[in-house]
């Protein structure tokens, strides 16, 4: 499983990205796939998620309203676009991947920098 993030960037706080990570490697039907960032001296949090097959998904606290997910099962996409950013969102940002019914996500990708100035 190979996963790819891009589309970080700098912005101003109340801004707008967009992430998306391209997925290939296997048939990703099976599987959630989410974001998580990591803040400077902050351990990994989750940020949201979405089953592949059903669209079912998840946001932390911190981004509901704010951030939605979303896929597209033709390109083995998974955005993530970020709206009304707050300095706090300033993280690196990973997509990952887990089989339904793994508690663990097992595969990362690279990390995508966001930065929000305040």
């Known amino acids: 499983v190979q996963l790819q993030a891009s589309g970080g960037g700098l912005v101003q706080a109340g801004g707008s990205l967009r992430l998306s990570c391209a997925a290939s490697?296997?048939?990703?039907?099976?599987?959630?796939m989410a974001w998580f960032r990591q803040a400077p001296g902050k351990e990994r949090e989750f940020v949201a998620s979405?089953?592949?097959?059903?669209?079912?998904?998840y946001y932390a606290d911190s981004v509901k309203d704010r951030f939605t997910i979303s896929k597209d099962n033709a390109k083995n996409t998974v955005d993530l676009q970020m709206n009304s950013l707050k300095p706090e969102d300033t993280a690196v940002y990973y997509c990952?991947?887990?089989?339904?019914?793994?508690?663990?996500?097992?595969?990362w990708g690279q990390g995508t920098q966001v930065t929000v100035s305040s």
């Open positions: 490697g296997r048939t990703f039907s099976r599987y959630v």
């Open positions: 979405i089953w592949w097959r059903g669209s079912n998904t």
């Open positions: 990952s991947a887990r089989p339904i019914g793994n508690p663990k996500y097992d595969y």
